[in-house]
């Protein structure tokens, strides 16, 4: 089954503990981005990738690292996690930017 | 300026009913116009896309407008149902670039 997997699902973590979450696709696709959710703001895009070693900011990447070593895996790092990146976050994966994208099931993450 | 406005925020219609979603965009080399479909729970997933040689395209009752020289699309949803109630967001994307997403519609269809 084509489908998009991000890990965990849910997560409560405290402010300046790394976390890293984990996206991977089995779809062979070269684009893949990561966004966050907020309430009023919709999705914006963090950061996209690509294909393998590529990878650009989107709108709202500070405070994220990514990485796109293999092309089935985008991880999303948080280097020093604060408050203001409590969000719904989810990874992405198209054959192109135009064209049609498939979303995670989504990671919700709480930062006290 | 890469920024796409989306309208209403929310919006409430009859069952049977039309609702029609608008977003407008500033920079006009975009040339991918998707919509987004996204149920509570759920990652969004598309329902339907335009690109800017066509001005209209339908895909069962889901229609999009496209009106190139007003920099706007809009999203028409025929003989609403229930079931159609979800947020909806519309976006933009140029080439081998970013993705703009609007911020979203959450729509309510009256049974």
């Known amino acids: 089954e084509a489908q998009v997997t991000q890990n965990p699902r849910y997560l409560i973590t405290v402010t300046g503990k790394k976390l890293t979450v984990t996206c991977s696709q089995n779809?062979?696709?070269?684009?893949m981005s990561w966004y966050r959710q907020d309430p009023g703001l919709g999705l914006r895009q963090i950061y996209y990738?690509?294909?393998?070693?590529?990878?650009d900011k989107g709108d709202v990447p500070e405070g994220y690292k990514v990485s796109r070593k293999e092309k089935r895996n985008f991880p999303l790092i948080l280097e020093s996690p604060s408050p203001n990146q409590t969000s719904l976050y989810f990874c992405?994966?198209?054959?192109?930017?135009?064209?049609?994208?498939?979303f995670g099931p989504g990671t919700r993450l709480t930062v006290l | 300026q890469q920024q796409v406005k989306q309208s209403p925020q929310s919006l409430i219609v009859q069952k049977g009913g039309i609702p029609i979603i608008n977003c407008a965009y500033e920079?006009?080399?975009?040339?991918?116009f998707p919509w987004y479909q996204q149920f509570p729970g759920k990652g969004p997933a598309l329902l339907i896309a335009?690109?800017?040689?066509?001005s209209e395209k339908k895909e069962g009752r889901f229609t999009i407008s496209f009106n190139k020289s007003a920099k706007q699309f809009s999203l028409h949803i025929m003989d609403s149902q229930p079931g159609d109630s979800a947020t909806y967001f519309c976006?933009?994307?140029?080439?081998?670039?970013?993705?703009?997403f609007g911020k979203g519609t959450r729509l309510h269809i009256l049974p």
């Open positions: 992405a994966s198209s054959a192109h930017n135009t064209d049609t994208q498939y």
């Open positions: 335009i690109r800017p040689d066509v």
């Open positions: 920079n006009t080399a975009f040339d991918y």
């Open positions: 779809m062979n696709h070269e684009y």
């Open positions: 990738s690509m294909n393998v070693e590529v990878t």
């Open positions: 976006a933009a994307s140029l080439g081998d670039d970013k993705i703009i």
